[in-house]
């Protein structure tokens, strides 16, 4: 009787923290650490890029056509900006029972393939997609050191044409990255983009 | 070389028969939305490649099929303009017979807020509108059977 008393509790208790936790990071906001499974195997955790000067974390996977628009443009993000102090975080948050192209050894094979050198995370809870309020895939957002903290500086897309990079003029996370190497502020903090919907597990 | 043109044969007899998709800027969409008709309009944002989007397409199909004079159903494909040909190939194989509209516009932060400022841009996607009242829905997830009548119904 007590077990079960205490499941009702917990239960109610768990809705209660789930109700007050459905507003999304939004810019400015501090981020809480997390820690996911890398594919190699190793556990990464936001606290990991302490020493740098901030972060590029995108919500990609596998399966979806603009991720993979987007694929060599991500590759080089990190390139141009990992030795700046901005290195990309890729996490990938498909479920895999909806999405088996995204599961976890199918993302560690399209790491392998295309050499990331940055990490390639699983979101398998989900629950770090859901904090930032990440809605398809890629979705990028660009975070800044300040002080102890990581702070939202930039949301949205990479830049203004998938299609095509060589015809794209607006590069907003270069632009965003740029503007904050330089301390100024980011002209344009937040973009939208058509997207695959992140495939969210069946509730 | 044979077999190519018996391909395109055999896609130009089914296309003859089957819907094609309009390739359009985004001044015909907004004035699909904004249009001063008597009819609800039902705007549906998909891709070929969105397989939620694809999965749903029988229930907007569905309505179309059903020639309610106060409905209008329109899909807003959003696969890439130089894609048509795949588009107008799936519109033959499906044998869809809804309004196909592909919207030409890469630089989606141009107009994305224009159809419903709480979109993120993921899809699929669903506006509902009616003209009369000025009542509208907008649904930025994948449709289950019976949301479309119950969406209609509450814009009414």
Redesign the interface.
């Known amino acids: 009787m007590k077990t079960k008393m205490q499941s009702l509790v917990m239960l109610i208790c768990a809705g209660i923290l789930f109700a007050g936790s459905t507003t999304s990071y939004q810019l400015g906001d501090s981020v809480s650490d997390f820690k996911l499974k890398n594919v190699d195997g190793k556990m990464v955790s936001l606290s990991d890029y302490k020493s740098g000067k901030g972060v590029i974390i995108i919500f990609d996977c596998n399966t979806c056509p603009y991720s993979r628009a987007y694929n060599d443009r991500i590759i080089g993000l990190n390139k141009k900006y990992a030795s700046q102090g901005f290195p990309v975080v890729a996490i990938n948050p498909n479920d895999p029972a909806q999405s088996p192209g995204d599961s976890f050894d199918e993302m560690a094979a399209v790491a392998k393939k295309k050499h990331y050198d940055f990490p390639y995370l699983q979101d398998l809870s989900q629950e770090v997609a859901h904090a930032f309020g990440a809605s398809n895939t890629p979705h990028v957002f660009v975070l800044k050191k300040d002080g102890s903290d990581f702070k939202v500086a930039y949301i949205g897309t990479i830049d203004n044409n998938t299609r095509d990079a060589s015809a794209a003029d607006k590069k907003y996370v270069e632009d965003a990255v740029n503007a904050l190497l330089e301390n100024k502020p980011v002209a344009t903090p937040k973009t939208k983009a058509i997207g695959c919907g992140i495939r969210w597990k069946n509730s | 070389m044979r077999k190519p043109v018996f391909l395109l044969c055999l896609f130009l007899a089914s296309a003859a028969s089957a819907q094609q998709a309009n390739v359009i800027k985004f001044d015909k969409l907004q004035a699909l939305i904004d249009a001063k008709s008597d009819q609800v309009q039902v705007i549906n944002f998909w891709a070929t490649?969105?397989?939620?989007c694809v999965k749903e397409l029988p229930l907007l199909e569905k309505l179309n099929a059903a020639n309610d004079p106060t409905v209008k159903v329109t899909l807003i494909n959003?696969d890439?303009a130089?894609k048509l040909d795949k588009v107008n190939a799936f519109i033959a194989r499906k044998n869809m017979k809804t309004d196909v509209l592909l919207l030409d516009e890469?630089?989606?932060?141009t107009w994305?807020?224009k159809v419903d400022k709480s979109?993120?841009?993921?899809?699929?996607a669903t506006l509902i509108i009616n003209p009369k009242n000025g009542r509208r829905k907008f649904l930025?997830?994948?449709l289950q059977e019976g949301d479309l009548e119950k969406l209609i119904a509450e814009v009414k």
């Open positions: 490649w969105c397989a939620p959003l890439f130089d890469i630089d989606y932060n994305i807020d979109w993120g841009g993921a899809i699929p930025d997830k994948e």
